[in-house]
C-alpha cells in the first residue's frame, strides 16, 4: 500500500475511532445547512472521501464501502469536510443530488420524523453571552472532573438514567 493510498497519519491520529473502527459522519447540505444523513467512515472511507470530491460510508450491515448514488443516482459532492473537537465525528458539507435518504425523502430526518420533547429556553443571563467565534467558553466544558460539579450551572450536572 503506498501513501496515496492512506489515510494522512496527520488526521488518523486526531479520530476517535469506536471499536468497530468506525468514526460517525454528519451530512449536511453545504447551502442551505440542513442536516441530510448520519453515515459512518473508517480510515478507507474518509481517504476516499477526501480524495474523490464524492463522499463514501463504510456499510454496517453490508460490512463493505458504498458511494453514496452509485446505485440511486443521489450523489453527494463533497464541498467541505471537518473533524470536531473530539476527533469522534465527522461533518462533511455536500451538494446533494435529489434524495440523501434510501426512503426517498429528502432527508433522513424527514422520514425519521421529530420526537415529542420539551423544548428548553435561555436564561435573560444567556440571552446577553455572545454565540459563535470568539464566544466565551462555558464553565461546563472548562472543568475536567466530578469534584467541580457543584460549580457547574444546573443545567450542566450530569444526568443519570431512570430505571
Known amino acids: 500500500m503506498t501513501n496515496a493510498d492512506m489515510l494522512d497519519p496527520g488526521i488518523a491520529t486526531r479520530l476517535k475511532r469506536d ?7 454528519v451530512v449536511q447540505q453545504y447551502d442551505s445547512k440542513r442536516v441530510l444523513m448520519v453515515g459512518y467512515m473508517n480510515d478507507e ?15 454496517r450491515s453490508r460490512q463493505e464501502y458504498w458511494r453514496k448514488g452509485d446505485t440511486s443516482g443521489h450523489v453527494q459532492y463533497v464541498k467541505s469536510v471537518s473533524i470536531d473537537c473530539d476527533g469522534d465525528a465527522l461533518l462533511v458539507e ?9 426512503t426517498g425523502d429528502y ?14 429556553e435561555r436564561t435573560d443571563d444567556q440571552r446577553a453571552v455572545p454565540d459563535g467565534p470568539g464566544a466565551p467558553a ?15 450551572p444546573e443545567t450542566e450536572q ?5 430505571s
Open 138 to 152: 462555558c464553565p461546563g466544558h472548562i472543568l475536567s472532573d466530578d469534584s467541580a460539579a457543584a460549580q457547574r
Open 45 to 59: 472511507a474518509l481517504r476516499r472521501t477526501l480524495t474523490t470530491g464524492r463522499v463514501t460510508f463504510w456499510s
Open 158 to 162: 450530569p444526568v443519570s438514567a431512570q
Open 107 to 120: 432527508s433522513c430526518f424527514d422520514a425519521g420524523g421529530e420526537l415529542p420533547a420539551v423544548a428548553g
Open 19 to 25: 471499536s468497530q473502527g468506525l468514526v460517525a459522519a
Open 94 to 102: 455536500v451538494d446533494q443530488v435529489g434524495s440523501a435518504c434510501h
